[in-house]
């Protein structure tokens, strides 16, 4: 089954500064692979997603890159805020409603 | 607000204790994940459903079992609970096609 690894496991950096977390996966079926932001007591939230015929997506400060053959794909976040503090789950999952695994989560703290 | 809820919000009960935590998905939603996340922990998948019928099992315990109903919400129903039970419970919904998990709120469980 797959199986996913997230990196680092805390991540703090200053305000304004860009911040990076990578996934690996181990199962070269997976082809979709969201990424969620989970605030403190809150629920899990969808903050971009990639699939497999994409290298890469971008929505403002966020983007996210996947690396198919090297099975890895990476959360960037620029500019970060004092509001991107929480802890971001990576997942992958093959087509079709296969349940997805998530990676084991990074918590990242933006300083002011 | 993704659409998905989860009742009750707080559960306090104590050992050898049963309960029964209900999840209604987004309209349309024909997928539907259970998850437990205990104190500053990932996301631990426990059990799918789609469509009525049991897709996907992850690390649920014997003690724990769920179904889906008809109008497509589901119960999760936890039995002979344990100190140990304590966490936030997570349901999550995805369409037909079964990519993105949109999450509900969470029930969180005490177990005294």
């Known amino acids: 089954g797959e199986n996913v690894e997230q990196h680092p496991s805390t991540l703090s950096v200053q305000e304004g500064d860009s911040a990076v977390i990578k996934c690996t996966y181990s199962?070269?079926?997976?082809?979709?692979f969201p990424w969620y932001k989970q605030e403190l007591g809150k629920r899990p939230q969808l903050i971009i997603d990639?699939?497999?015929?994409?290298g890469e997506k971008k929505d403002q400060r966020i983007a996210v890159t996947l690396n198919k053959t090297a099975k890895h794909f990476s959360l960037h976040i620029t500019e970060t805020q004092p509001e991107d503090s929480a802890v971001y789950f990576c997942a992958a999952t093959p087509f079709y409603g296969q349940n997805f695994v998530f990676g084991p989560g990074t918590r990242l703290s933006v300083l002011p | 607000d993704s659409g998905v809820t989860q009742t009750p919000k707080h559960l306090i009960t104590a050992t050898g204790q049963r309960v029964t935590l209900r999840c209604s998905p987004r309209?349309?939603?024909?997928?539907v994940y259970w998850y437990q996340q205990s104190l500053d922990q990932g996301l631990q998948f426990l059990i799918q459903?789609?469509?009525?019928?049991?897709?996907a099992k992850g690390n649920i315990l014997e003690r724990f079992s769920a179904q889906q109903f008809p109008d497509l919400h589901s119960e999760l129903n936890l039995s002979s609970l344990e100190l140990g039970d304590s966490a936030l419970y997570f349901c999550?919904?995805?369409?037909?096609?079964?990519?993105?998990?949109?999450f509900g709120p969470g029930t969180r469980l005490l177990v005294l």
């Open positions: 990639i699939r497999s015929n994409v």
């Open positions: 459903y789609y469509n009525g019928e049991e897709r």
């Open positions: 309209s349309g939603d024909l997928s």
């Open positions: 199962d070269s079926a997976s082809n979709y």
């Open positions: 999550a919904s995805s369409g037909a096609l079964g990519e993105t998990q949109y």
